[in-house]
């Protein structure tokens, strides 16, 4: 199979790309920034938000290899970036129409990434079953993923797009540690407790999350994939977290355990926009791909950190202090941004 895979620089995009190789699969690589940790398969680098005319074989005149399934990783997906420069959400969408028309043209299918912040921050449920999404609820920028999902039904309706939908929450794991560009809870604890320093919790105990082991997301969009390609399965909306709840503080803590260092906690209240309570209902992803995931958290963490320390190992010009970036055109180029700049 040879699969379009957008966003292939990012932390899914790279351990999806890599798996899907693993299997014996083509991939071709879409991004507007180079791969910081693999050159195993190709990237073409391109802004897939820009607004194209027309495409014929390719998103924005750009002649792309031919593929038999399409998944459109690409985004901005840092929440609280999208509090501060609402745009990037709208580019998202923009994204998203570019990834459909050349999916319409070339009637190809679609796996889409979006997320649990379409659910919103309401605390309506225990668990959360795909239903229950509802642009009523949005709560940031970041929310209007919901909108790229209403193209892609509406797509599905009009034209007969194909596509699977997956709802992600807090994947972690490898290939997410370029803290500067993309600022991740948990890499930033390891990054912050390996060096002894404080860690800052916003929402404390309060904030209850449904972390998800990369290797469980991604083996999740795999058999999406493959079902999707097989005619198996279209048309479904799923989540795919690992469907139990733990606080950030929880996570914290297993992180110091794994480092072995003692953790100065901080407790702040949440920051706007923020989801502080999600347990993803995954029984339709059971049902339906017969996946299970395999890592709870307490295994998990171990993994990250051992992988963090590898990479660490040798990445040594890493180890700095990390420095917010700020500012209307904020950094996203990652460590190999010169040194003293992020601020
Ligand atoms: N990681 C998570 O916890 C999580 C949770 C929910 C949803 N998601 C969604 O999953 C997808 C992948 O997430 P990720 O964690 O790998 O994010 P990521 O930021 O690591 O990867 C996204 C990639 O998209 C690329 N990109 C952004 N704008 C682009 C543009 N205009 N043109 C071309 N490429 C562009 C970035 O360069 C980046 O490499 C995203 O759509 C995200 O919204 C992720």
């Not at 002649?63 to 580019?91: M, N, S, T």
């Not at 929310?143 to 797509?155: L, R």
């Not at 916003?202 to 998800?212: A, I, Q, R």
């Amino acid at each position: 199979m040879r699969v379009l895979v957008t966003g292939s620089s990012g932390q899914i995009g790279t351990n999806l790309a890599l798996r899907l190789q693993a299997d014996g699969h083509d991939v071709f690589g879409v991004d507007k920034r180079q791969n910081a940790w693999s050159d195993a398969f190709p990237t073409l680098l391109q802004d897939l938000a820009g607004h194209y005319p027309a495409f014929a074989g390719g998103i924005g005149g750009v002649e792309y290899p031919e593929v038999d399934v399409v998944v459109h990783l690409a985004a901005h997906a840092k929440v609280h970036q999208l509090v501060r420069q609402p745009h990037r959400a709208l580019e998202n969408a923009i994204m998203t129409f570019n990834v459909l028309e050349y999916c319409r043209q070339l009637a190809l299918p679609l796996v889409f990434s979006s997320t649990r912040e379409v659910y919103g921050d309401v605390h309506r449920f225990e668990e959360y079953a795909e239903e229950a999404a509802d642009f009523a609820f949005t709560e940031s920028p970041y929310s209007s993923k919901i909108t790229s999902e209403a193209f892609i039904y509406s797509y599905a309706r009009c034209y007969g797009l194909d596509y699977l939908v997956f709802r992600f929450s807090n994947v972690y794991g490898r290939y997410d540690n370029d803290l500067w560009r993309m600022e991740r809870v948990l890499p930033l604890f390891m990054h912050q407790l390996s060096r002894s320093e404080p860690i800052t919790i916003y929402g404390g105990d309060e904030k209850v999350l449904d972390f998800t082991f990369v290797d469980d997301c991604v083996d999740g969009i795999a058999r999406g994939v493959y079902a999707l390609h097989e005619s198996r399965l279209a048309n479904q909306t799923v989540n795919l977290a690992y469907g139990q709840g733990n606080t950030l503080v929880r996570a914290a803590e297993l992180i110091s355990t794994a480092l072995g260092v003692e953790p100065q906690i901080t407790i702040a209240p949440s920051l706007l926009g923020e989801v502080t309570h999600y347990v993803a209902d995954i029984s339709k992803a059971r049902d339906l791909l017969g996946w299970e995931p395999q890592t709870p958290l307490a295994d998990g963490i171990p993994q990250s950190v051992a992988w963090f320390r590898e990479w660490r190992a040798a990445h040594p010009e890493e180890n700095r202090p990390f420095v917010r970036a700020q500012g209307p055109d904020e950094l996203e180029h990652g460590f190999k941004q010169p040194a003293g700049a992020g601020a």
